[in-house]
């Protein structure tokens, strides 16, 4: 049985103080930068700087599978799809392999889909306190007309969703209109209300990881609740350069304002190890208090099924066929 203090620490009741949000302040964001060379001899490390192994290595997995964002995104989505992934994610490892680990209670941190997919959503996971988080703004461009992107946070809001990822505009990043992205970011916190807000970088699009920094620090003093690596439809998503890029921003605003905010991976993180880096490195830049669904999120879907196979084979001790662990 593994330690499920380690594992459980997640009651969804747990929530650190909303950013509120702050004035633009365009001297703290010129002063955001970024040394590429230092950065990625950092990344490089990683992977090889963490070792852990058998009941240390099931327990963070575990954690890991409570700050899954679980998603679907697809064209061809229907509510039997979003029903079954709901139900995965309500029980997202195998019930015997729960109860040998003794982690009974074990669920994601929400399910993500689109806005059409939002009833169904609600609808499987009645009574589960498992929040819906519903994609926005003209995701994954977002080059759909302002009022309308302002229209849809509303309209998932009401249609159920407790956390709502918007895309901010590149071009604003791009142009160095650092005002346009505040006025952008501040309207879609003021429509979201009590839902939380995921802003969602693009950071393959945005030039440099100067740039990363400074959109980061921008989207935060507007209220950010998370900030995003990708929509996971890019073609560069995750990286290590650019998540310590983006927890470094977050810790200079903790450090500035006082409040925690977010930090959510998305897009191509589809391995356990991987996902065991980037807690390591979590942990490492901005400590234990992060290392919960309200403050970490990975935004994955074949990433559980992965789990789920490393977790079989530590209870039996071999490894089982990835089709045994079906997302839905």
């Given at each position: 049985m593994i330690d499920t203090q380690i594992a459980l620490t997640h009651l969804p009741q747990t929530m650190a103080p909303r950013n509120p949000g702050m004035a633009l302040d365009m001297d703290k964001v010129m002063r955001a930068t970024a040394n590429?060379?230092?950065?990625?001899?950092?990344?490089?490390?990683?992977?090889?700087?963490?070792?852990?192994?058998?009941?240390?290595?099931?327990?963070?997995?575990?954690?890991a599978i409570t700050c899954i964002d679980l998603t679907t995104l697809a064209g061809d989505d229907t509510p039997g799809r979003v029903a079954r992934l709901c139900a995965k994610a309500r029980q997202p490892v195998r019930a015997d392999l729960l109860e040998a680990l003794g982690l009974s209670g074990l669920t994601v941190g929400a399910v993500c889909v689109y806005h059409d997919m939002i009833a169904p959503a609600v609808a499987a996971l009645a009574g589960s306190n498992i929040p819906i988080a519903a994609v926005s703004t003209g995701f994954p461009a977002g080059l759909s007309p302002f009022p309308l992107r302002v229209a849809e946070i509303t309209g998932s809001v009401k249609a159920g969703a407790r956390e709502i990822d918007i895309v901010i505009s590149r071009r604003k990043v791009l142009t160095g209109d650092w005002h346009g992205l505040y006025d952008e970011m501040?309207?879609?916190r003021e429509a979201c209300g009590d839902a939380h807000i995921k802003a969602i970088l693009a950071t393959g699009e945005l030039g440099t990881l100067q740039n990363v920094a400074k959109a980061s620090m921008v989207c935060m003093m507007a209220g950010a609740d998370f900030i995003k690596t990708s929509t996971g439809k890019e073609s560069v998503n995750a990286?290590?350069?650019?998540?310590?890029?983006?927890?470094?921003?977050?810790?200079?605003?903790?450090?500035?304002?006082?409040?925690?905010?977010?930090?959510k991976p998305a897009g191509g993180i589809s391995k356990a190890k991987d996902a065991l880096v980037?807690?390591?490195?979590?942990?490492?830049?901005l400590g234990d208090r992060w290392l919960r669904p309200d403050l970490f999120r990975f935004g994955a879907s074949s990433l559980l099924g992965d789990i789920e196979r490393q977790l079989d084979h530590h209870v039996t001790g071999a490894y089982s066929a990835s089709w045994r662990h079906a997302l839905a």
């Open positions: 590429r060379s230092a950065i990625e001899r950092r990344a490089a490390t990683l992977p090889g700087r963490r070792s852990l192994k058998k009941d240390h290595q099931a327990a963070w997995l575990a954690r501040r309207a879609f990286t290590l350069p650019v998540s310590l890029v983006m927890m470094r921003a977050i810790r200079d605003y903790h450090d500035a304002t006082g409040y925690r905010v977010g930090y980037y807690l390591s490195l979590l942990k490492d830049e």
